[in-house]
């Protein structure tokens, strides 16, 4: 759906995670190359005793994650821990590891390869936290080219209208950790993501293209930062977007993941084009 001008809303939040799955960044401005958004999921941990990349999907075992954030700064990346210590991220991974109670490496660059694990979200909601669920491995960035810690595709976005029919505000929006949050125009409905995909989305001089509706773990039902848990953050698109994903199969989904087909600039309040 569109205004007049055939825009379809403007971008309403712009973020950036140094670190995958820490808290991140809310950023004026974006830098968007081909391998997607510069200095977005650049560090990763590694589980020393099984090799795969730690993310909160698993969160009996990385929850705490989120309990970090990681900036960046002119030195470089910044890691800050719960108790609000500040630590350069190439000298975190011994204190993150008494933290998370797992030894633990910082990876600069995705391996080849490289997996994480992913319960299922039902198993998690049912079962509990420190449930020993069925894991699946997942591996990453096999819609991104580059080394990034994406999931799949290289920049996510999420619209507010289907913010909006969940239930949630702009802030909020950090549990389902996109790079963009979109305005959408008064009308539009909710999970209108879905119909992006294979499409031209626009943002200001960036241009994507939609690969995929963004399937959800537990993740967003976690604990960021300060917001509390919010197992209707899944619960929601478990009741009302159920849709084909890719190799997901059909799955709860909010939000899209998009690969990048002209690199720039994505500011605040830039317009939104799709199609």
Same mark, same amino acid.
């Given at each position: 759906?569109?205004?007049?001008?055939?825009?379809?809303?403007?971008v309403?939040v712009?973020?950036?995670y140094?670190?995958?799955?820490?808290?991140?960044?809310q950023?004026?401005?974006?830098?968007?190359?081909?391998?997607?958004?510069?200095?977005?999921?650049?560090? $990763? =941990?590694?589980?020393?005793?099984? #090799?795969r990349?730690?993310? *909160?999907?698993?969160?009996?075992?990385?929850? /705490? @994650?989120?309990?970090?954030?990681?900036?960046?700064?002119?030195?470089?990346?910044?890691?800050r821990?719960?108790?609000?210590r500040?630590?350069?991220?190439?000298?975190?991974?011994?204190?993150?590891?008494?933290?998370?109670?797992?030894?633990?490496?910082?990876a600069?660059?995705?391996?080849?390869?490289?997996?994480?694990e992913r319960?299922?979200?039902?198993d998690?909601?049912?079962?509990?936290?420190?449930a020993?669920?069925?894991? $699946? =491995?997942?591996?990453?960035?096999? #819609?991104?080219?580059?080394? *990034?810690?994406?999931?799949?595709s290289?920049? /996510? @976005?999420?619209?507010?209208?289907t913010?909006?029919?969940i239930?949630?505000?702009l802030d909020?929006?950090?549990?389902?950790?996109?790079?963009?949050?979109?305005?959408?125009?008064?009308?539009?409905?909710?999970f209108?993501?879905n119909?992006?995909v294979?499409?031209t989305?626009?943002?200001g001089?960036?241009?994507?293209r939609?690969?995929?509706?963004?399937?959800?773990?537990?993740?967003?039902?976690?604990?960021?930062?300060d917001?509390?848990?919010?197992?209707?953050?899944?619960?929601?698109?478990?009741?009302?977007?159920?849709?084909?994903?890719?190799?997901?199969g059909v799955?709860?989904?909010?939000?899209?993941?998009?690969?990048?087909?002209?690199?720039g600039?994505?500011?605040?309040?830039?317009p939104?084009?799709?199609?």
């Amino acid at each position: 759906m569109t205004n007049g001008d055939g825009v379809t809303g403007r971008v309403a939040v712009l973020r950036r995670y140094p670190v995958k799955s820490m808290l991140g960044e809310q950023c004026k401005s974006l830098d968007v190359g081909p391998l997607g958004v510069v200095g977005d999921r650049r560090y $990763a =941990l590694i589980d020393e005793e099984s #090799g795969r990349v730690a993310t *909160a999907k698993n969160p009996r075992l990385w929850r /705490h @994650l989120l309990e970090c954030s990681a900036d960046t700064q002119d030195a470089g990346v910044v890691v800050r821990l719960p108790d609000g210590r500040r630590l350069p991220v190439a000298e975190a991974a011994p204190t993150l590891s008494e933290l998370l109670g797992r030894r633990v490496r910082v990876a600069d660059e995705r391996a080849a390869g490289a997996v994480l694990e992913r319960p299922d979200p039902d198993d998690v909601l049912a079962q509990g936290l420190d449930a020993e669920t069925e894991i $699946a =491995l997942l591996e990453l960035g096999q #819609g991104a080219p580059g080394g *990034a810690f994406v999931d799949y595709s290289p920049v /996510h @976005l999420i619209a507010t209208s289907t913010l909006d029919a969940i239930g949630f505000d702009l802030d909020d929006s950090v549990r389902y950790r996109p790079n963009v949050v979109i305005e959408t125009v008064e009308g539009t409905p909710p999970f209108v993501e879905n119909d992006w995909v294979g499409t031209t989305v626009r943002l200001g001089e960036v241009v994507l293209r939609g690969t995929m509706p963004t399937p959800r773990c537990s993740v967003p039902t976690l604990e960021h930062g300060d917001l509390p848990r919010s197992p209707h953050s899944v619960r929601y698109p478990q009741e009302h977007n159920r849709v084909e994903a890719g190799e997901f199969g059909v799955a709860p989904c909010a939000g899209l993941y998009a690969e990048v087909v002209t690199g720039g600039t994505v500011r605040h309040g830039d317009p939104v084009r799709v199609g």
